[in-house]
């Protein structure tokens, strides 16, 4: 705590006035000493001028006791003007007190009315809510009322759509029906055209049979013809080769007896047995054509025997006919095969067709089933509102029923308005009852048509609508699905991006760059290359010291080798030792002396270290002492020989300070010695000997003396400051310097 | 809003986001210096700023230092020239590089809504957050050296700065190499953004127990 000195040299000028104005009245002014005039008076004689004298200095006394007496009024005049001056002071703090409660009277009073307006305002507004409230009352009855109606409207339009919906259900059975009808009848249509076709077929199978057999025949008649000739011929062969035969024996026995050689005649004879041999064939040949033939004919007398069936199918005999025909049949076949691939093709289709109504069916009969569960809720819920609606009405008969009897008891005083209400209310009552009706009717209605259809009331939604949501869930669906694709492959992106970012992120922590774009610069002028070519510099002298070194041993050897003897005389004579110096290379030198300069450096550096850490201890110490005058309200001075004066912050004078010592022993503990000024230490006397001397306790003495002294000074200006920068304390007594811990 | 009225007022935000990313740079920088141990304690003194304890060096050589290269580097950020400083400690003895500290510098392009980094887009930053995002970097620098080896030898470092091609290099500057570490571990540390700049910090390091022949 410090306080600043101009309070302190404010009250020491005060004091000095006061002092300077106490001394007046003991002292004569010259202004008096001039007034009294002894020449004015001529004295007789010795008496006259003794009692003029004895007069004189009663006069004087009297003046003086006149002068002191003045000074005293004067006084007790200032000390009246002083009291007057309070009195003013007081006067005017109490009228300042009287203005201010003056003040907040009015302000009470302004207030009262205020609160007075606002209790009228907050009743005013009490009125007009209670009203709005009265009037929010009517609203929501009028609201209820309404609700009412958009109930029994909402009802009655349920009503019509459960109609309609019925209606759409009858409608789409109906077409259901049909469809089934019509597809029966086209499966009827099918079928007898199925076995027309099949007859058809079998008869072109076996129109074709024939056709094939007739085929056959006909190229059989025609080579049983050229198998007739054949045979004919062969027959007519046969006869010749008999006649020739017979012609051949009779010539073989003319020959016989004709033709000596027998050989010629064998051979004869062999070719005749291999005539013979083929005859036997031939005739073998002719007997199956015989009975070739036969089958023939009697394929031909049935052929024949058939188409004279046939020829009223068949107009004409004749082949081109038939083949006409057969073309013709061919052609209706085919044509028939396309409309049966035609047929079988639209029986697919509605065979598709039905699936498709199938699985409509299906969702209709879903919805049917979600439509009757809300149906259903929904008369629940009408049951539930037609219950409440019943307790209402019968709560309504109740009021009725006490406003008859009110009516009955209070008949004087009957106003015309109770009947406008009760008139209102036998409304109200015949509408809720119609409303319940209505809803008795609608439970009714509804569950009877619902039973009517449990089949096929699933129809009750438009084909358009249902084709429209399809088309609209196919679309989602494939957006979705698309969606999901493009999702998969923006996944894969990040997971790509994810590894590229990965690996650009060990990329910048590698601390790699583009070199193209980039140039990498550095000041020339930095401390790494500062202690670099300080260190190149160093290894590069001592390389060269070295290599100078090895060439001036060389050297030395050379000369050592020529001239044997020098090397005493280098060692022991003076001026040989020049040449030993000599001996040593320059860089040498330079290296040492480039060394010298380093630890030349070095030494600086460290001693601006010192420095350094000089300051830091300097301002640590400060820190130190600012702490502890703060804290223990004592500057510490740390004198020569381990002293160390304490002057407290509340000490009214600069000298009134306590030195201390260590102990004997040195062991850390400190004794109190002396102190600044002695009559000072003589005023400690009981403190010192309480705390110190009895109980041994420096710190309870220094905190006793600090409330001590902080009780003195409660009543002036509280410490003193301390200049830390300076290490001076500034106080009543002016400065005092103490030195600094350096 | 005239033209020249919009072009001054946002040459005054660069030059004041500048300012602070320079400013950042020079703490940074003391700070990194001061926990690495590259100089001694009693060189620094300590300074209240964003809201901490800062230690900045008094030694005159490395403030000069500083003071040159911080300006230029301001030359540079205020002409879009530079995209990352780089400090790297290095030893003296073997001219090894342990360490790296890597700022990046992006420019944020608040015209076109399309930055050089990713911290374009937003909404403007205040004093107080700018000040908040500093303080967690100085702070993560001082933790920094829970996990950074040891620096046992006698180190020393550089600063460098990654220019464009085109920038304007004073005669004090050369061409450097860019003091890479071989296979190093690094740290992603925080950043900052102001309105026209983001800076990120990385510090990249040399575990010498993977390539330590003694042990």
């Known amino acids: 705590m410090s306080y600043p000195p101009y309070q302190r040299s404010a009250k020491k000028n005060q004091s000095q006035q006061s002092d300077q104005h106490n001394d007046n009245p003991f002292k004569p002014t010259a202004s008096t000493k001039s007034t009294i005039n002894f020449t004015a008076f001529s004295p007789k004689n010795d008496r006259e001028l003794i009692e003029a004298r004895t007069k004189i200095k009663s006069l004087e006394i009297s003046k003086d006791n006149l002068d002191l007496k003045f000074g005293r009024l004067e006084a007790e005049n200032k000390s009246l003007e002083l009291k007057n001056r309070e009195l003013g002071l007081q006067i005017e703090g109490l009228e300042k007190d009287k203005d201010f409660y003056y003040n907040r009277e009015k302000d009470a009073l302004k207030s009262l009315e ?27 009855q009028q609201n209820l009322e309404d609700l009412k ?24 059975q109906y077409q259901v029906e049909n469809l089934n009808e019509q597809i029966r009848q086209q499966h009827d249509i099918s079928a007898s055209r199925q076995k027309l076709l099949n007859e058809t077929q079998q008869r072109l199978d076996e129109t074709q049979e024939k056709l094939n057999e007739f085929n056959h025949l006909s190229t059989q008649l025609d080579q049983i013809e050229t198998h007739n000739k054949k045979v ?38 062999e070719r005749a047995e291999y005539q013979l041999l083929n005859m036997n064939t031939l005739r073998r040949e002719a007997a199956e054509l015989e009975v070739e033939n036969t089958t023939l004919k009697k394929e031909k ?19 081109y006919t038939v083949v006409k025909e057969l073309v013709s049949r061919r052609n209706e076949i085919e044509l028939l095969q396309i409309r049966t691939r035609s047929l079988e093709e639209q029986v697919r289709n509605k065979d598709l067709v039905i699936v498709d109504h199938e699985s409509k069916i299906k969702e209709l009969r879903f919805k049917y089933k979600a439509m009757e569960s809300k149906f259903l809720n929904e008369i629940e819920a009408s049951k539930g509102s037609k219950r409440l609606l019943q307790k209402e009405v019968e709560m309504l008969m109740n009021s009725l029923r006490s406003y008859d009897e009110e009516e009955k008891q209070l008949q004087s005083n009957f106003e015309p308005q109770k009947t406008e209400r009760i008139q209102n209310l036998e409304k109200l009552l015949a509408e809720y009852k119609e409303a319940l009706e209505q809803c008795e009717n609608k439970a009714t209605n509804i569950q009877p048509k619902h039973e009517e259809y449990p089949e096929f009331s699933e129809l009750n939604l438009h084909s358009l609508e249902n084709r429209v949501i399809f088309s609209n869930v196919n679309l989602f669906f494939s957006a979705v699905k698309d969606l999901k694709t ?38 020339k002028d930095n401390p790494a290359s500062k202690e670099f070519s300080l260190r190149e510099n160093r290894l590069q002298g001592l390389a060269t010291e070295n290599q100078d070194l090895k060439t001036k041993l060389k050297e030395l050897y050379q000369i050592l080798e020529n001239h044997p003897t020098i090397t005493l005389e280098l060692t022991e004579d003076n001026d040989s030792e020049k040449e030993t110096i000599r001996v040593f290379p320059i860089q040498s030198y330079l290296n040492l002396e480039e060394e010298n300069k380093q630890l030349i450096d070095q030494v600086a550096d460290k001693e601006k270290r010192m420095t350094r850490l000089k300051e830091v201890w300097k301002a640590k110490a400060q820190e130190y002492r600012e702490a502890v005058y703060s804290l223990l309200g004592y500057k510490v001075e740390f004198l020569e020989n381990g002293r160390v004066r304490l002057t407290s912050m509340y000490s009214e004078q600069d000298d009134h300070s306590l030195v201390f010592t260590s102990d004997e022993d040195n062991l850390g503990t400190m004794q109190l010695v002396d102190g600044g000024n002695t009559e000072y230490i003589k005023s400690l006397d009981n403190l010192i000997k309480y705390w110190v001397v009895e109980r041994g306790s420096i710190p309870c003495f220094l905190s006793s003396l600090t409330m001590d002294l902080i009780g003195k000074t409660a009543l002036g200006p509280i410490g003193r400051e301390m200049d830390m920068t300076s290490g001076r304390i500034s106080g009543l007594g002016g400065n005092q310097e103490f030195p600094t811990l350096e | 809003m005239s033209f020249e009225t919009k072009n001054i007022r946002e040459n005054i935000s660069l030059k004041g986001s500048t300012k602070i990313v320079v400013e950042f740079f020079e703490f940074a920088l003391n700070s990194i210096l001061f926990q690495r141990a590259i100089y001694p304690p009693e060189d620094f003194k300590m300074v209240k700023k964003y809201g901490l304890n800062v230690l900045v060096t008094i030694d005159d050589s490395l403030k000069s230092y500083l003071k ?52 374009g887009g937003k909404k403007q930053r205040t004093d107080q957050e700018i000040k908040n995002e500093i303080q967690a970097i100085i702070r993560q620098i001082t933790a920094s050296v829970t996990f950074l080896p040891v620096l046992e030898d006698e180190c020393t470092f550089n600063i460098l700065a990654f220019t464009d091609k085109d920038a304007e290099v004073p005669a004090e500057w050369d061409d450097s190499d860019p003091l890479i570490i071989q296979n190093p571990e690094y740290v992603r540390l925080r950043s900052f953004s102001t309105k026209n700049h983001k800076v990120d910090a990385i510090v990249s390091y040399r575990l010498g127990f993977y390539d330590d022949p003694k042990r």
Not at chain 2, 86 to 105: K, P, T
Request: aromatic share 4%; proline share 2%; with cysteine.
């Open chain 1, 114 to 140: 205020n609160l007075e307006l606002e209790n009228i305002k907050l009743k005013q507004a009490a009125a007009c809510e209670t009203q709005t409230l009265k009037d929010k009352i009517r609203e929501l």
């Open chain 1, 486 to 523: 493009e999702n998969a492959s923006l996944k894969e992106k990040i997971m790509l991006l994810d590894n590229q970012i990965d690996i650009l992120e060990r990329a910048v922590g590698r601390g790699e760059y583009n070199k193209e774009t980039i140039r990498v610069l550095e000041m």
């Open chain 1, 149 to 172: 109606t958009e109930n029994l409207i909402k009802e009655n339009d349920l009503t019509r759509k459960v109609q309609s919906t019925e209606l759409e259900a009858s409608k789409l």
């Open chain 1, 301 to 319: 007398v049935s052929w024949t025997s058939l188409l004279d069936q046939e020829k009223d199918n068949i107009n004409s005999n004749t082949p």
């Open chain 1, 232 to 269: 004919q011929e062969q027959s007519e062969h046969i006869q010749e080769l008999e006649l020739r035969n017979r012609y051949l024996t009779k010539e073989i026995n003319r020959n016989k007896e004709l033709s000596p050689s027998i050989q010629i005649l064998q051979h004869k004879l």
């Open chain 2, 68 to 119: 040159k290269l911080l300006t230029q580097v301001e030359v540079w950020i205020n002409a879009g020239k530079i995209s990352k400083l780089i400090l790297a400690i290095m030893n003296v003895e073997n001219r090894e590089i342990l360490e790296r500290w890597q700022f990046d510098i992006q420019i944020i392009d608040e015209e076109n809504k399309e930055n050089k980094g990713p911290g």
